[in-house]
């Protein structure tokens, strides 16, 4: 069998291709035995282990990549494999979609344990590997991954080299850094359709089926990837694409549980469970007041979609409204963010922010430290006043 799985990763090494490099591919560290990539479906995980295996040094035959839900592995272990693999020279490991194979933290932490093997392997955002079965949190170095920056869609888009800059620089000098980039290119210009399009790398593989491949993308999150880490039957995945459809048409500043449980048919306990379980799968993104901690059985402050994208593509009208919170809050999904008495969001538990658009004014948030409106349709901003678009370059 190892023959077999050796010939179909040589066809996939080869065939792959990669021609844009993505903000995390410096940032990982390949010396370390044991590298997970985590991030949702769609956001280019596959890309870039296979691009990795393509660059490496190493001969086909000592470097090995399979999928975890290839039909090939239900009647051996990934142990047992692994170790075939190593006693035949075997060096570098790649396992892909991870989450699909039963157990597959133990497993890990014995190939880890027994073998010289580096293993670099991905996962659905929806694997918390700090409460895994074996202690896989001291063994594995993991990296999150998120889908594309606006900075990316427009390197993309147009092969025109764009600088990121921390949240630090931008606060500080963001007149300046967007009068930089606004000489290079003009980003409103491509705004409206990273909003709508740009968030997931495929899109440029074909624009026009990319509606299609979304909808495919987060179905299978869904029908496949939740249900084979949480404990929900079959028959209520309908339940968590209503959830889904229900909070693309509301508003976040409205978000009723009660109404919510009742369209869906489900108790509040339930529906608690179901915004964990979408907000881990990255379909959503549900946000809390510091106050509340990380209890998942109280009513969250504010729930969006992952991005904008998913509005755009569930959403019969999206309101400008929730498209602007809802990419500010993709923008910040790294950092701490957080629902403050005044404002909409504050962020690291220091920066407090309205979102709005050009005309919106600082009647809220006036006389607080460290606040600031983001202001969408604006190319240039000027004092507390920061572009929207431009926080679309942290990454």
Request: glycine letters at 4%; hydrophobic letters at 40%.
């Amino acid at each position: 069998m190892l023959e077999n799985l050796l010939e179909n990763s040589a066809l996939y090494i080869n065939l792959s291709k990669a021609p844009y490099k993505r903000y995390f591919y410096d940032d990982i560290d390949h010396q370390d035995k044991l590298i997970g990539i985590v991030g949702a479906r769609g956001v280019g995980k596959t890309t870039y282990i296979l691009n990795y295996l393509k660059n490496s040094k190493l001969s086909l035959s000592k470097k090995l990549y399979i999928s975890a839900d290839n039909i090939e592995l239900s009647n051996i272990s990934l142990v047992e494999l692994a170790k075939e693999f190593s006693a035949k020279g075997g060096e570098l490991f790649a396992i892909d979609e991870i989450h699909k194979y039963k157990n597959f933290e133990v497993e890990l932490k014995q190939i880890y344990d027994m073998l010289p093997l580096k293993v670099i392997f991905s996962g659905s955002s929806a694997i918390q590997l700090e409460y895994a079965k074996a202690d896989l949190s001291r063994r594995a170095v993991i990296y999150r991954v998120n889908g594309l920056s606006f900075r990316e869609f427009l390197e993309f888009k147009t092969d025109i080299k764009l600088e990121s800059f921390s949240l630090k620089e931008i606060l500080k000098d963001h007149t300046d850094i967007a009068q930089s980039i606004v000489s290079k290119i003009k980003p409103l210009e491509f705004w409206q359709e990273y909003l709508r399009f740009g968030y997931y790398p495929f899109y440029f593989e074909n624009p026009k089926r990319y509606k299609i491949k979304l909808n495919e993308t987060i179905n299978t999150a869904i029908e496949v990837d939740i249900p084979s880490i949480f404990k929900i039957k079959y028959e209520y995945i309908i339940n968590l694409k209503k959830l889904v459809r229900l909070i693309c048409a509301s508003e976040p500043y409205t978000l009723n549980i009660k109404e919510l449980s009742k369209k869906i048919g489900i108790d509040r306990d339930t529906l608690y469970l179901y915004f964990e379980y979408l907000h881990r799968g990255k379909i959503l993104n549900v946000i809390r007041s510091k106050t509340k901690g990380d209890n998942i059985f109280l009513k969250p402050d504010k729930v969006y979609l992952n991005n904008p994208n998913l509005n755009y593509s569930y959403c019969d009208e999206a309101s400008k409204g929730m498209i602007r919170e809802t990419v500010f809050a993709t923008f910040f999904s790294d950092y701490s963010l957080s629902i403050p008495k005044k404002g909409d969001f504050l962020v690291e538990q220091r920066y407090l922010f309205e979102v709005g658009g050009k005309n919106k004014s600082f009647n809220q948030i006036k006389d607080i430290k460290n606040s600031y409106i983001a202001s969408d349709d604006i190319e240039i901003g000027f004092g507390a006043r920061v572009p929207l678009w431009l926080f679309g370059f942290l990454y």
